[in-house]
């Protein structure tokens, strides 16, 4: 089993709705989260970091539930721009562990 | 931004060459990392650094090797590439283990 499981999507979402996707992460003990952003052959940038309940960076809202063990990600207001692969990441055992991404493809 | 830099950005060469790909960054960062990443997949761990003179492999396996003499330089070598090796490779750093990763570009491989 993965340390971070993620639905790979595509989420294909109209421009200016609201979407959210969840991420699983196996360890109890983790500690620290983080969303990045990954577009088409680029390389990963940071979106927010995650730390105690959640965090709110504008049109982007990450949740944390500890006791089921997964985060959220919701995008409001959705842009064209923001499509792209949403990777969630979780510490485990002193490592970042990265999930597999979700797409999300926003559409005219 | 991130000041941490990968070359070359793309390189196509012979198979069985010997290659070495730069990753330097000016952050003072004791954690450094390398990831092998396929189109459209994921990203693999295949090397760390937690400080210099300390690498170790990742989660997957690689024929490439690592060297840290310098805190702030750790380049990834392939004795004799192979096409198999054709691939995006992304150096990240960090400050601790626990916290967020900076990527470099990345460079892009492609072995004929």
């Known amino acids: 089993r993965k340390e971070v499981e993620q639905d790979p999507g595509p989420f294909n979402v109209p421009e200016g709705a609201t979407v959210a996707f969840n991420c699983t992460y196996s360890?109890?003990?983790?500690?620290?989260f983080f969303w990045y952003r990954q577009d088409c052959r680029k390389e990963p940038k940071l979106l927010m970091s995650?730390?105690?309940s959640g965090n709110e960076d504008g049109r982007f809202t990450a949740q944390l539930n500890r006791a089921s063990q997964y985060i959220s990600l919701l995008i409001r207001d959705s842009k064209l721009s923001d499509s792209a692969t949403y990777l969630c990441?979780?510490?485990?055992?002193?490592?970042?562990?990265f999930g597999a991404g979700t797409q999300v493809v926003v559409t005219p | 931004e991130a000041d941490i830099y990968q070359t070359p950005r793309y390189l196509v060469i012979g198979t069985g060459k010997k290659i070495t790909l730069e990753c330097s960054q000016t952050?003072?960062?004791?954690?450094m990392y390398w990831y092998q990443q396929d189109p459209g997949m994921e990203l693999h761990l295949i090397h760390y650094?937690?400080?210099?003179?300390?690498?170790e492999k990742g989660d997957l396996s690689s024929e490439s090797t690592v060297s840290r003499i310098r805190t702030e330089h750790f380049p990834l070598t392939l004795e004799s590439a192979r096409p198999s090796h054709t691939s995006q490779y992304l150096c990240?750093?960090?400050?601790?283990?626990?916290?967020?990763?900076?990527f470099g570009d990345g460079t892009r491989l492609s072995i004929l």
């Open positions: 990441v979780s510490d485990s055992w002193g490592k970042l562990q």
């Open positions: 650094s937690y400080g210099v003179n300390s690498t």
């Open positions: 995650v730390y105690s």
């Open positions: 952050m003072g960062h004791d954690k």
């Open positions: 360890n109890s003990a983790s500690q620290s």
């Open positions: 990240a750093s960090s400050r601790d283990v626990d916290q967020p990763q900076h």
